[in-house]
């Protein structure tokens, strides 16, 4: 695509996004779509995955047409999720939690949804996130290594250049870490990198980028996850590439 078409494209985005409240969105889809077809990605895992949200962005916004795997341990949640995965065959939700050990965990439910998480809300958490995110019950929840799954899902849904995003609420380290190995046949991950504490534990965003570099896993791009949090930065996200995938002549 040339530039032009595509800085056209990407304004005509950008014009939608503010007229449906949601121009905070923009970096990150625009990113989006640029990797998954630069980089020929023909599966997504969206890990922590609530209603399917990211994954209906991927469809009406950045426009990717291949398999989805969507991750979500709520139970509350997942029916709506599953619901909304049905109208799409290469869609599919699976209610479990993935983490770096096969078995069940406690998984609290936070008093709003999206908070909800393997671990625990830190009590140097800001304020304004108090009422929303406590724990208001826990449930038991399935977890997986990916390491382990990985080639279970190869087999069923047959894809080639998957991309792992995570928002796991703190734990997408743990994430990382059960992939093991295999994380190597990732083209990108997009990880959710917190800057001031919201749970017990939580991996910082200086360590978490650290330990992707460790794994041959560079940044492509940031941006802030939300509407922001003025004055105090609190979480960003951060897409990564596969240094295995970038040209070796660069």
Same mark, same amino acid.
């Given at each position: 695509?040339?530039?032009?078409?595509?800085?056209?494209?990407?304004?005509?985005?950008?014009?939608?996004?503010?007229?449906?409240?949601?121009?905070?969105?923009?970096?990150?889809?625009?990113?989006?779509?640029?990797?998954?077809?630069?980089?020929?990605?023909?599966?997504?895992?969206?890990?922590?995955?609530?209603?399917?949200?990211?994954?209906?962005?991927?469809?009406?916004?950045?426009?990717?047409?291949?398999?989805?795997?969507?991750?979500?341990?709520?139970?509350?949640?997942?029916?709506?999720?599953?619901?909304?995965?049905?109208?799409?065959?290469?869609?599919?939700?699976?209610?479990?939690?993935?983490?770096?050990?096969?078995?069940? /965990?406690?998984?609290?439910? $936070? #008093?709003?949804? &999206?908070?909800?998480?393997?671990?625990? %809300?830190?009590? !140097?958490?800001?304020?304004?996130?108090?009422?929303?995110?406590?724990?208001?019950?826990?449930?038991?929840?399935?977890?997986?290594?990916?390491?382990?799954?990985?080639?279970?899902?190869?087999?069923?849904?047959?894809?080639?250049?998957?991309?792992?995003?995570?928002?796991?609420?703190?734990?997408?380290?743990?994430?990382?870490?059960?992939?093991? /190995?295999?994380?190597?046949? $990732? #083209?990108?991950? &997009?990880?959710?990198?917190?800057?001031? %504490?919201?749970? !017990?534990?939580?991996?910082?965003?200086?360590?978490?980028?650290?330990?992707?570099?460790?794994?041959?896993?560079?940044?492509?791009?940031?941006?802030?996850?939300?509407?922001?949090?003025?004055?105090?930065?609190?979480?960003?996200?951060?897409?990564?590439?596969?240094?295995?995938?970038?040209?070796?002549?660069?």
């Amino acid at each position: 695509m040339s530039r032009y078409v595509r800085e056209l494209r990407d304004r005509a985005l950008a014009v939608r996004l503010a007229l449906a409240g949601r121009v905070h969105q923009y970096p990150e889809i625009q990113v989006l779509r640029r990797f998954l077809s630069a980089f020929a990605v023909d599966c997504v895992f969206d890990v922590g995955a609530n209603r399917g949200q990211y994954a209906t962005m991927l469809r009406k916004d950045a426009g990717f047409r291949g398999t989805i795997l969507s991750f979500e341990p709520n139970p509350q949640v997942f029916a709506e999720l599953e619901r909304r995965a049905a109208s799409d065959g290469k869609w599919h939700a699976f209610n479990m939690a993935l983490s770096d050990f096969d078995g069940t /965990a406690s998984f609290n439910i $936070m #008093a709003a949804d &999206q908070f909800s998480s393997l671990k625990k %809300p830190s009590g !140097e958490q800001d304020a304004i996130f108090a009422d929303r995110n406590k724990v208001t019950h826990t449930v038991d929840m399935q977890c997986r290594r990916l390491e382990n799954l990985l080639p279970e899902l190869k087999a069923a849904h047959d894809f080639a250049r998957p991309f792992l995003k995570m928002d796991t609420q703190g734990h997408d380290l743990s994430v990382c870490e059960g992939a093991g /190995a295999v994380l190597s046949e $990732m #083209a990108g991950v &997009q990880t959710e990198l917190g800057v001031r %504490p919201i749970y !017990e534990g939580g991996t910082g965003y200086r360590v978490m980028i650290d330990w992707l570099a460790d794994h041959a896993f560079v940044p492509s791009a940031f941006f802030a996850n939300n509407k922001g949090h003025f004055p105090l930065l609190v979480e960003m996200d951060g897409i990564f590439v596969n240094q295995a995938y970038l040209p070796q002549d660069r």
